[in-house]
Nanobody
Framework: QVRMVESGGGSVQAGGSLRLSCDVS??????MAWFRQAPGQKREGVAY???????NYADSVRGRFTISKDKNNDTLYLRMNNLQPEDSAIYYC????????????WGQGTQVTVSS
């Protein structure tokens, strides 16, 4: 059974940094991502990582966020620098088999709040 647990969220002031972690057990995924959802907004993809391919980012976070995995491939990270109030949201890690379109494995989410 796949289990994904995020941690590392919190409250920071604008310009601050956080690192989110997602501990994955039950399967090693090659296609993973971070999504976020702000109140009243649709869930949006923030950063994507796939073995053998360059990482990819939403325009709104490119240059500020970095997605990575540890060498054992069982922890996904999202380093977030220069956080802004508009980055406030619940952040979710997600995983899929690479031959599928949809992410069908999700963590429970971790709250990130950025104050101005």
């Amino acid at each position: 059974q796949v289990r994904m647990v995020e941690s590392g969220g919190g409250s920071v002031q604008a310009g601050g940094s956080l690192r989110l972690s997602c501990d994955v057990s039950g399967y090693i995924f090659s296609c993973m991502a971070w999504f976020r959802q702000a109140p009243g907004q649709k869930r949006e993809g923030v950063a994507y990582i796939q073995s053998g391919l360059p990482t990819n980012y939403a325009d709104s976070v490119r240059g500020r966020f970095t997605i990575s995995k540890d060498k054992n491939n069982d922890t996904l990270y999202l380093r977030m620098n220069n956080l802004q109030p508009e980055d406030s949201a619940i952040y979710y890690c997600a995983a899929r088999l690479c031959d599928r379109m949809d992410y069908d494995n999700w963590g429970q989410g971790t709250q990130v709040t950025v104050s101005s």
